[in-house]
Every structure is written in C-alpha cells, then in structure tokens.
C-alpha cells in the first residue's frame, strides 16, 4: 500500500529523533523556559529578520489557532477566513466554542482575497453585529495553493486600512516557501503580518508548531492565555529541541523542498495521462479528477482521502506527499494510474 493520505504519517525526521534521544536525559525547567526552547527561538527570530519577535511553542496546529485567536480577540470580536480555511473545516469549531465567530467568506480555490475583507467589514456595519478585528490566511492553502508577495501586501494593506490583525497558519509553510511558483520569504512573511506560525507537525518534526508573535499589541500576557488553554507543554523543550535542529542550518526548507519535488513529479505523471485537477496546486497537495471507476480500483493500493465528487462520473481526491515520500512510491502510483 502507497501512503498518500497525509504529511504526518511517519514519525520524525532521523536527525529530529537523534536530537530528541541526544538530549532525552537532560533536567531542565519546563513550560517553554528551557536552555533549548530558548536557542530554537533566538534561531528563528535570526532567521525570519524580528529580533523583536516573541516565539511560543505548541503541540498541534489546531491547538496554535484557537489559542492565538483566543488571546488576541476580544468576546465581541471575529475573524475573517476563506470558507475552505482550516479553522472553518477541520477544527471542529475550535475558534468558535471559544467564542469567537468566523466571518467565512466563499471561495473556489481556498485564498481570501483584498475584496472579500472589504466586503465583510462593510456588512458588519455596527454594535449590533460581531467587529471583525483579525483575517486569517493559510498558507499553503486546503487546496495546495499559494500566496504571492503582492497578494500578501494587498491583503495587509486592507487590514490597515480597517485596524484589522493579519495573522497566517503556517501548517504547510515549508511547502509554500519552497514551491517553485513562490516569491515569498520566511522574511517578508514576518514583516506583513502581525502573528503567523512555522509548522513542524507536517514537515518531518514528531510533534510541534512555532507561533511568532511581531506585533507588541498581542503579546502582552500571551503566556497567561497559553496555560488557561491548556497549550503550555510542561516538558516543553521537547519542542524546543525539534525547532532548534530545524533551523540549525536550511533543513526545515530542504524537507519541505523535497515534499514539493515528489509532489510535482506525481502531478505531471499525472497531466502526461489526460486528467485535470480541482486547483492549481504548485505544493505537496494536488487534487486529481479520476473516473469512479479508476478511484474505487486506485484504493485497493493507495491510501488517500476523496476530497468530492464531480457530477456523477467522476471523484477529485487528494494525494499529499511528505518529507519521507520515496520516488519509487510516485512512480508506482504513476505506473498505476
């Protein structure tokens, strides 16, 4: 059986587990306080250009999401996102049992767009409605795709304009900063927004996310919102220690590189046979349309998941590519297909 269902099937990248067994017999403080929580920080805000930054460690994406937009929302407040945003669709209203609503705005391929906020602010006219205060992006998005540098600044200039907070989920960053598509940096990203994550979870850690906080608004207090959310790891170095290896040289980016290269390998064995895809995926998600037929024969040998059906023919399902994702494996879903 090929596994193509998902990014955090395997356990961790060998040198993550090698840091982790390294480092496995130390005494160190916990909750985020340690001698490696405080390295991997200082490498990230080395990295991403905000000496100013303040970094904070969770366990999982979902967990990043709720927590930042619980601590930086007042009750009244709500957040702005695509309708096919991870915090709509696969977080079992996480944001919204904390008592935040989602403003969902519809979309065909997952982005939010400068006109979208325009149009959700003006709705949301007085006192009588919830205040969007905050947009949130994902980047990559639940369909594969990208932002460009200029759709990121056209979208921070909205929130200005409107006193809103950008804040983006980097769940699959690594797989958008290295597409062959993108003009992005770690860089720009942490200057256009005021909080966005790095995630590890998908990209070859055992465990783990990195929320960067650069606007001095939202990091009064954080730590207090942390705890009560029950997002305060006590050994939190073992978070620390993931993220220290990962940016002790590129290889946060080399995995998410290589994540892309065998997902651009699947998709043009697959556009040299004829089908077409539901997006324009330049990353590690690409979404196929097959004959019914061809996807009941194709889930005899490959996990994956069915994303929808198209009319009464046809399935779009999503293959996703991993860090540890052998050649060997896309050619033989190739050779299958």
């Not at 390294?22 to 929580?37: I, L, S």
């Not at 200039?157 to 598509?181: F, I, M, N, V, W």
């Not at 539901?278 to 998600?285: A, F, G, L, R, V």
Request: aromatic share 10%; proline share 4%.
């Amino acid at each position: 059986m090929v596994f193509l269902r998902c990014d955090y099937s395997e356990g961790a990248h060998p040198r993550i587990l090698e840091a982790l067994v390294k480092t496995n017999m130390e005494q160190t403080v916990g909750y985020g306080e340690d001698p490696h929580c405080l390295k991997a920080a200082e490498r990230i805000k080395e990295r991403i250009g905000r000496k100013d930054a303040d970094v904070h460690f969770f366990v999982g994406g979902t967990q990043t999401n709720f927590t930042s937009i619980t601590a930086f929302l007042r009750p009244h407040e709500a957040v702005i996102s695509p309708a096919r945003g991870h915090i709509c669709v696969h977080e079992t209203g996480a944001v919204e049992a904390r008592g935040h609503k989602i403003i969902a705005m519809p979309t065909t391929d997952a982005k939010l767009y400068p006109d979208q906020i325009d149009e959700a602010v003006i709705y949301h006219e007085d006192e009588h409605f919830v205040k969007p205060k905050m947009v949130y992006l994902s980047n990559t998005t639940e369909l594969g795709t990208i932002y460009k540098k200029s759709e990121l600044q056209e979208i921070k200039k909205r929130c200005e304009k409107y006193g809103l907070y950008l804040y983006l989920d980097g769940a699959r960053l690594a797989s958008a900063l290295t597409s062959s598509e993108n003009d992005l940096t770690i860089e720009d990203i942490a200057q256009l927004t005021d909080a966005f994550y790095i995630g590890g979870t998908k990209n070859g850690a055992l465990f783990g996310e990195a929320l960067v906080i650069s606007n001095p608004e939202l990091k009064k207090e954080f730590r207090w919102i942390l705890k009560q959310t029950g997002s305060m790891l006590a050994k939190g170095r073992l978070l620390g220690v993931q993220f220290e290896e990962f940016f002790k040289d590129d290889l946060y980016f080399k995995l998410g590189q290589h994540a892309n290269d065998m997902a651009k390998l699947l998709r043009e064995g697959i556009s040299a046979k004829g089908y077409k895809f539901i997006s324009d995926s330049p990353s590690n998600q690409i979404f196929p349309i097959f004959p019914n037929e061809l996807v009941a024969e194709l889930e005899k040998k490959i996990s994956f998941e069915k994303e929808c059906p198209i009319g009464e023919t046809e399935y779009c399902i999503r293959f996703v590519t991993s860090w540890a994702t052998p050649k060997e494996d896309i050619e033989k879903v190739i050779a299958m297909i």
